[in-house]
C-alpha cells in the first residue's frame, strides 16, 4: 500500500477546517493524512518544524498572514512543498499572482469533497489543477 498524502490545512474559519479535515480523512480512505492544521500563515511556519506535509491547501484571505505572503515564505524556506490555493472565490487582480508566489494549483472550496480527494491525488503526482476560474483569470489578464 501506498503511503497517505500527508497535508496541511490552513484556513481561519475553524469550523470550516475541523469540518473538511474530518470529512477529507474519512472520504479518502486513508490515502490523505491531515497532519497539520492552522488558523493563519504564521500559525501554519510556526508548526512546521517536525514532519513536513507533502501538500498545503491553504486559503488565500486570512488575519495576521494570509496565503499570498506565506506562500512567499513557503517557497524559500520548504520548497518541496506543494501549495495549493484554496478559496471560495480567486479575485482577479490574483490569479497571476499566485503563480509567481509558487502556488500550482487553485481548488474552490465549494467544489464537492469527492472531486477535491481526487484533485488532491492528482496534483500530489504532479499534476497541476487550476479550477476553470482560474484558467479564465489568468488568459484574461
Do not use: H
Not at 505572503?69 to 490555493?85: D, G, H, Q, S
Amino acid at each position: 500500500m501506498l503511503s497517505p498524502i500527508r497535508i496541511a490545512v490552513v484556513d481561519n474559519n475553524a469550523v470550516f477546517r475541523s469540518v473538511f479535515c474530518r470529512r477529507i480523512t474519512e472520504e479518502s480512505c486513508g490515502n490523505i493524512e491531515v497532519i497539520l492544521q492552522a488558523g493563519n500563515g504564521a500559525e501554519l511556519l510556526y508548526q512546521l518544524n517536525g514532519a513536513l506535509p507533502d501538500l498545503i491547501l491553504m486559503d488565500l484571505d486570512m488575519p495576521v498572514m494570509d496565503g499570498i505572503e506565506t506562500a512567499r515564505y513557503l517557497r524559500i524556506l520548504f520548497p518541496e512543498i506543494t501549495l495549493v490555493a484554496f478559496s471560495r472565490q480567486l479575485p482577479a487582480e490574483l490569479r497571476p499572482v499566485l503563480y509567481g508566489r509558487g502556488m500550482r494549483s487553485f481548488l474552490r472550496k465549494d467544489e464537492d469533497i469527492y472531486s477535491i480527494v481526487r484533485t488532491i491525488r492528482q496534483i500530489s503526482r504532479g499534476s497541476e489543477y487550476w479550477s476553470s476560474e482560474a484558467v479564465s483569470g489568468v488568459l484574461a489578464a
